[in-house]
């Protein structure tokens, strides 16, 4: 008996990890102009802003319990704070491209984690998907097309502790998706973010001069903060409701393709045909991974 493929799954994983990526991207042209804990804390705000009619229960759904609530403020402390100060501090030492090709090992990291924490068994044909996926991006980061190097030694670390928070937010992420509708746990992490770096945000904005950035940077600012906080979580938590979490690390790959393009497009960086062999072998792990097989 064929097994149903959750197509629609598939797809709110896959643009979640790519508006994930594109973000990623972008904000190297706003650290350029605003503090890390000040783009941070401007992103949280925005957002509770934004989402404040999504924090509610809805009707029908079950409380949150003490284990839900500890649940979320480590969804946040890792996926939304950790993760931001570490990418944001990480792409400030290095290009668009380079942060992408680090954060290749994000599947591989998600799959272990899933396996360890998760007991989630992983397929071979899944194992052969995720390699595809780490291996096609990595071929990247030991050209010498991806940029001459991949910034400093602080950058890159900066970069890896940021895959290990992505990684941890979507183990966790995959148990909270099965008891809290998506809109609230969007919802909820970005109140927990912005508590969490409200300290850090105010000592920095004390300082600064407002009048320095310009339009063009705040109408990205504002899509930076719907994109970060509201739109990728609503896509990641709907799709992880039918997908196991290993499977759905494989769509992470989508994230630094879409850095990767968007630092072409927009930012002016080098991209070659070895590179675009290297994301086609990224893309089809995701084909190996998610290609629909039969179930006794």
């Not at 919802?187 to 407002?210: E, H, K, R, Y």
């Not at 504002?222 to 609503?234: E, I, R």
């Amino acid at each position: 008996m064929a097994h149903p493929v959750p197509w629609l799954s598939y797809l709110c994983l896959a643009s979640g990890m790519a508006l994930v990526g594109s973000y990623v991207g972008l904000s190297k042209v706003l650290v350029l102009v605003l503090p890390v804990f000040l783009l941070a804390w401007l992103r949280f705000g925005i957002a509770a802003v934004a989402m404040a009619g999504w924090v509610k229960r809805q009707p029908g759904e079950a409380p949150l319990s003490r284990h839900d609530r500890r649940l979320l403020f480590l969804e946040s402390f890792f996926g939304n704070f950790l993760f931001s100060v570490c990418m944001l501090f990480g792409v400030a030492r290095t290009s668009a491209l380079a942060s992408g090709v680090i954060m290749a090992a994000i599947p591989a990291v998600v799959a272990i984690l899933s396996r360890v924490l998760l007991k989630e068994r992983i397929a071979p044909r899944v194992a052969v998907g995720i390699a595809c996926a780490v291996g096609g991006i990595a071929l990247v980061s030991f050209g010498k097309h991806a940029g001459g190097d991949l910034g400093g030694l602080v950058g890159n670390l900066l970069l890896l502790g940021a895959v290990t928070c992505e990684a941890i937010y979507v183990v966790l992420g995959k148990k909270l998706a099965a008891k809290v509708s998506a809109k609230r746990i969007s919802a909820l992490i970005n109140l927990w973010g912005l508590l969490l770096v409200t300290p850090f945000g105010l000592w920095q904005a004390l300082g600064f001069d407002f009048a320095s950035v310009g339009a063009g940077h705040w109408w990205l600012l504002l899509f930076y903060s719907l994109a970060a906080s509201m739109v990728t979580v609503w896509l990641w938590m709907t799709g992880l409701k039918h997908v196991p979490a290993s499977q759905a690390g494989v769509f992470t790959v989508m994230l630094p393709v879409a850095a990767a393009a968007i630092g072409v497009a927009f930012l002016g960086e080098r991209f070659t045909p070895a590179q675009a062999s290297a994301f086609a072998l990224a893309l089809a792990g995701v084909v190996l991974a998610t290609w629909p097989s039969r179930r006794a």
